[in-house]
C-alpha cells in the first residue's frame, strides 16, 4: 500500500516493552528488506498518539497490531471530524478485510444517520489495493471529496451546512460518479 502512496511506511509498537513489539518490529524489518524503495520508520505506540495530532502529516501509511491500530484510528477520526469518515484495511495471508473504522454502529442502526463515507472509502481502498482499478478507486476518492467541499454530510459532521440521511449521502456519491 504504501507503494502506491508516498513510500513512507511507519511501524508502530512498544518494543521498549513488549516482547510481542520485539517480535513484530523484527518482522517488519524483515518483510521491509523485499520493498527497499519504501521508507520504513519504526515508532512507539505512545509517541505515535502525540505526532498522530501534532503532526498527522508526517504519516502516510501505518501498520501495527490491532490493540495499538483500534486506538491509534479512534484518536485519527478527530483529524476527520468523525470516525464515520474512516476506512480501515487488514491486509496479509489469504484475504484482505476491508471496513470502516467505526464497525457496525448497532446504536445507531434503522435511524439513517450513520455516515456510509468510511464504507465508502473502504471501497476504494478495496478497489486500489486488492483489485488493482486504481482509475476506479480514484473516482469514489474524488466523489467523497466533492461531497464534502459541496458541504453535505451526515449528521455526525457537525460541520456541514447541508445535512443528509444515510441513503441521500449515498446518493450524492453515486451522482457525482457517475459524473466523473
Request: charged share 25%; net charge neutral.
Given at each position: 500500500?504504501a507503494?502506491?502512496?508516498?513510500?513512507?511506511?511507519s511501524?508502530?509498537?512498544?518494543a521498549?516493552?513488549?516482547?510481542?513489539?520485539?517480535?513484530?518490529?523484527?518482522?517488519?524489518?524483515?518483510i521491509?528488506?523485499?520493498?527497499?524503495d519504501?521508507?520504513?520508520?519504526?515508532?512507539?505506540?505512545?509517541?505515535?498518539?502525540?505526532?498522530?495530532?501534532?503532526?498527522?502529516?508526517?504519516?502516510?501509511v501505518?501498520?501495527?497490531?490491532?490493540?495499538?491500530?483500534?486506538?491509534?484510528?479512534?484518536?485519527?477520526?478527530?483529524?476527520?471530524?468523525?470516525?464515520?469518515?474512516?476506512?480501515?484495511?487488514?491486509?496479509?495471508?489469504?484475504?484482505d478485510?476491508?471496513?470502516?473504522?467505526?464497525?457496525?454502529?448497532?446504536?445507531?442502526?434503522?435511524?439513517?444517520?450513520a455516515?456510509?463515507?468510511?464504507?465508502?472509502?473502504s471501497?476504494?481502498?478495496?478497489?486500489?489495493?486488492?483489485c488493482?482499478?486504481?482509475?476506479?478507486?480514484?473516482?469514489?476518492?474524488?466523489?467523497?471529496?466533492?461531497?464534502?467541499?459541496?458541504?453535505?454530510g451526515?449528521?455526525?459532521?457537525?460541520?456541514?451546512?447541508?445535512?443528509?440521511?444515510?441513503?441521500?449521502?449515498?446518493?450524492?456519491?453515486?451522482?457525482?460518479?457517475?459524473?466523473?
Open positions: 500500500m507503494r502506491g502512496r508516498r513510500k513512507k511506511l511501524s508502530i509498537d512498544k521498549n516493552v513488549l516482547e510481542s513489539s520485539q517480535l513484530w518490529r523484527k518482522v517488519v524489518n524483515r521491509a528488506g523485499d520493498y527497499p519504501v521508507t520504513l520508520e519504526h515508532g512507539y505506540v505512545d509517541s505515535c498518539a502525540m505526532a498522530l495530532v501534532t503532526r498527522p502529516t508526517s504519516f502516510d501505518i501498520v501495527t497490531e490491532n490493540l495499538f491500530g483500534d486506538i491509534l484510528s479512534d484518536e485519527a477520526s478527530v483529524l476527520t471530524g468523525s470516525l464515520g469518515m474512516l476506512p480501515s484495511a487488514s491486509i496479509g495471508g489469504k484475504v478485510l476491508y471496513e470502516p473504522v467505526h464497525g457496525s454502529a448497532p446504536d445507531i442502526a434503522g435511524k439513517g444517520i455516515n456510509p463515507l468510511g464504507a465508502i472509502a471501497v476504494a481502498m478495496l478497489l486500489n489495493h486488492t488493482k482499478l486504481d482509475h476506479e478507486a480514484k473516482i469514489l476518492e474524488d466523489a467523497i471529496i466533492r461531497a464534502l467541499n459541496e458541504g453535505f451526515t449528521p455526525d459532521l457537525r460541520s456541514q451546512p447541508k445535512k443528509v440521511s444515510t441513503s441521500e449521502m449515498g446518493g450524492v456519491i453515486r451522482r457525482f460518479v457517475e459524473e466523473s
